[in-house]
Structures are given as C-alpha cells and as structure tokens.
C-alpha cells in the first residue's frame, strides 16, 4: 500500500511567536477557570489508578481557578453506594473525593456543571449515565473512541460531549519523521492489526494532506500482535523507517520490543507515540505529557461547556492531543548516524507547524 506525499522540513518558530502562543494559552486558561469558577465547577470520574491518569488530574485540579469546586468520584465496581470520603492534598481547589458503585445511576444533581471522565473505563460509566450536563471524555486512545463511539449514549443530541484523545494527531508523527530523516528516505513502513484500520486511515489522510507529496507508506497487517514475524520480514525491506502506532501492537510491551529489534537488525530508525518506546530503543517519538493533556482538556471544557453547538447535535467534539513534546534517544541516532537537533528545538518546531 502506497500514498504519495512529500516529507517536508519543519519551518522553524521564533520565540516571538513561541512566547505569543504561550501567552495566548495562558489567557485562555485564565478565562476558562473564571468560567467553570461561575459556572459552579465540575465533577471528575476516575475508574483506575494508572499513574498517567492520576498526574493528569493533579494537573487539572492544579490549573483551576481557586473558587472553582472540583469533586473527583472514584468509580470503583463493587463499591457500596456510600461515599468515602478522602482528606485533600494541599493545594487542592475545593476538593471531595467519593467512591461510587460502576452503576450508572450518579444522578445529574451530585455533578457539577460539567463532567469530566478520565480513561476508557471512566468514559463508559459518564455517557451511560442519565443526565443532560456536558461531558469532556479525556486520556483516550484513538481504538478507545472507537470502541465508544458504537454506543447510541455517545450520541444523545440533548447532551454536549467532548473527546479528548491522548496522542498527538498522525499529521504530527508525521512532521517528526520529516524533520529528523534525511529528504530521499521517505518510505515509512508499518504493521497494525485489523482494529487499528482507523488509525492507518488516519496515517493516510495526514501523508496526503503533507505539501509536495511524497510519503510511501507501507503497510502490513497481522492477526494479532502476538503474530507480527511474517509482517515484518514483509514490510521492513521496504522501508527507510518504522512507525509503531498506538494500538494493540504499541500497547504490547513483546510486540513493541519485535518491531524495535527488527528496525535495529535492518538499521531503521523506528518512531512511536510513547516515552517507553524511545526509552527501550526507538529513535523519536512525540507525545502529549500529563500536564499538556490536563491544559488541553481545560480548554476543551470551555468549548462543550460555552454551547453554541460545540460537541452538540450527537455530533461529540474530538480533538487529538496537541501540543507534542518531542523525545529522542541520542543513543539510537548516533548508532544510525543521525545527528539531531535537541528535543526542545525540534518541540518547537512540531509546534510552529500547526
């Protein structure tokens, strides 16, 4: 399978503009905790204690206007109908934490004016439940959406709903990749599984949407990601790199680690969306910390939250995660012969693109 685009350079991004933009996101937040602050605060669901998670809540509470009320409930299945209640950190924003049954039955009236659920588990239990007040389903995965997005709930046009995935868009892998391979190496092969075709759909659509034309992309399917040998010997001499995409292959920690010795037997770089992946032998890869999740989704609470047929109509208002943080392994591009910018220069410039 192949799609024409043209693998282009990053323009470079002046501090002006780099402090303007901060500037500008800084307002905006500002705004938006006055606004939830009016609008009487919102209610967080969590129905996990992955780490990722908890730091992103920590990170949203920390990002709130100080009069806002923020109540995290705690879905935990199994739980008795009572609340426990949990002291607050310092620093908190007017903070209680209760845990609930997974039941869909919290009434729209223990909620603030807007809820927020955190993870997949989370994001079934919220548009399950009764109600019309917005909803802002964050931290998660393209294949998580997909899941959703079978369920009529998600698509009640009596309720506001925001999704907020948590890797950065494919037009930003993409960009990575131009900017740290040399101009002639341009075929970028990949192999995902039948769940993962929104995603190569989505791989697809930003390689031709890339000025100039120009990338290969060449893809290869397997089963499952316990069966990825004979994809790989398939799609790796046709390629000058390799992209893990977040899916079942990228979730596996076995299958990363095959497409990471493949890349390394044949001298391709190999680039993703996660920290462990660079960390155990990729070469880049771009993704959305915690905190930049966190000030994203403030901001796509004002959106839902203000109407004006945000998110509105059964129609959900899905953003990716934006913006990137760039991580590389200095390692892994001297070992290919690769010298590379820093990881802020090259943050800077996957920023400028947008």
């Known amino acids: 399978m192949s799609v024409a685009a043209n693998p282009s350079p990053i323009l470079p991004c002046t501090t002006r503009l780099l402090r303007g933009a901060m ?7 500002a705004l938006l905790g006055a606004a939830l602050s009016s609008a009487g605060g919102f209610t967080v669901l969590m129905g996990d204690d992955l780490a990722a998670h908890a730091e992103f809540v920590q990170q949203l509470r920390q990002g709130l206007d100080p009069a806002s009320r923020f109540e995290l409930v705690r879905l935990s299945p199994g739980a008795p109908n009572a609340s426990d209640s949990a002291a607050a950190e310092p620093g908190d924003v007017n903070v209680s934490v209760r845990t609930r049954s997974m039941r869909p039955s919290i009434s729209s009236a223990e909620g603030g004016s807007l809820t927020m659920a955190v993870g997949a588990t989370a994001a079934r239990a919220a548009i399950e439940r009764p109600g019309q007040e917005p909803l802002v389903l964050a931290m998660l995965s393209r294949l998580d959406y997909e899941g959703l997005r079978a369920s009529p709930a998600l698509r009640r046009a009596d309720r506001r709903v925001g999704v907020l995935l948590r890797d950065p868009a494919m037009a930003d892998q993409l960009a990575l990749v131009g900017a740290v391979l040399p101009a002639q190496r341009h075929r970028l092969g990949v192999v995902a599984t039948p769940e993962s075709e929104p995603l190569v759909r989505d791989l697809q659509r930003a390689a031709q949407a890339q000025p100039g034309g120009g990338w290969d992309l060449q893809v290869e399917y397997t089963p499952d990601a316990r069966s990825l040998a004979t994809a790989l010997r398939a799609v790796v001499p046709r390629s000058d790199a390799l992209m893990v995409l977040p899916d079942l292959i990228g979730d596996n920690q076995a299958a990363t680690l095959s497409v990471l010795r493949a890349g390394a037997g044949a001298g391709l770089p190999v680039f993703g969306a996660s920290e462990g992946l660079v ?61 590379l910018p820093e990881e802020r220069e090259l943050t800077e410039r996957l920023t400028a693109t947008r």
Not at 23 to 29: H, K, S
Not at 289 to 303: D, F, G, H, I, N
């Open 23 to 29: 500037r500008a996101l800084l307002v905006c937040a």
């Open 279 to 339: 960390r155990s032998g990729g070469l880049a890869a771009a993704v959305s910390t915690p905190a930049q999740l966190a000030q994203q989704a403030r901001l796509l609470a004002q959106k839902v939250a203000g109407g004006a047929g945000a998110g509105g109509g059964g129609n959900p208002l899905v953003e990716a995660a934006t913006p990137a943080t760039v991580r590389i392994n200095p390692t892994v591009a001297r070992g290919l012969g690769l010298r």
